[in-house]
């Protein structure tokens, strides 16, 4: 019985290789898996991007998705309750399923407040109060609108020839007083700052771990690396950022291989 169980054992194994060693790297072929959580369960409406191709797929009901694949392409999965991850097209050809790790986010303070013990109570207090007005409406001025850029903080514009034509001196003081540049700066910055922060979280220590599997100095040497080299920022799609990190990774290891780093 035991040696019956290790010939058909032996037998499979002899045929995936064979599959896979007959499998031409420039042969594309539609690749069929299934998304899991942790726990395997289906994970539906999962996108899944061919960073080779950029064709991508969107898991079913089932968390089964089918995308035309090389056998050295590497996939990118991308689900809001999980952590992104990347995955070789040989090693999901031979599992035919990705499992992904649950993210968890931080939720800002909740505060709960009492409006009486009965539904008249709480329609009292909230559903027929008035609705509330800024002091600027109050006063009748126009509301703001939130992608208003002041003129003095617009690069393009005081660095015009419109500007220069029509208002000299405050085109000297904006282009080559220190004290407006910096208040340009510090203006940028802070209203650059959401997006900073999403840019760095993106290219963190625990993302570029699981791209590289690299930890310790390692993972430091490569963050330089990659710091260095980037040219994707806070204005590139997640997609882009992603896209450079690992073709920059695959330059490193390269540049490893070969002792020049």
Known sequence: MILRSIIIVSFLTLIFHSGLNG????????LSAIVYDGSFYPVPASHVVNMNTHQGAVTDSLGIFTLNVHIMDTLLVRNIAFHDTLVPVY???????????SRRYELQEARIFEWGSTYSDFKE??????????LGESMGLPRQDPDYVP??????AVKSAGFLLTSPISYFYQNFNKHAKSARKVYWLKKNQVKQEHFDEVISEEELTEITALTGDQLQEFQAFLLKRMVCNFKCTDLQIYEEVYALWKVFQELKEKGII
């Open 125 to 134: 207090a909230v559903i027929e109060m008035p609705n509330q007005q800024t």
């Open 91 to 101: 090693l999901i050809s031979s599992l035919r399923y990705i499992v992904l790790t």
């Open 151 to 156: 003129l003095e903080m617009d690069e393009r």
């Open 23 to 30: 499998q031409s790297i420039d042969t594309s072929f539609n």
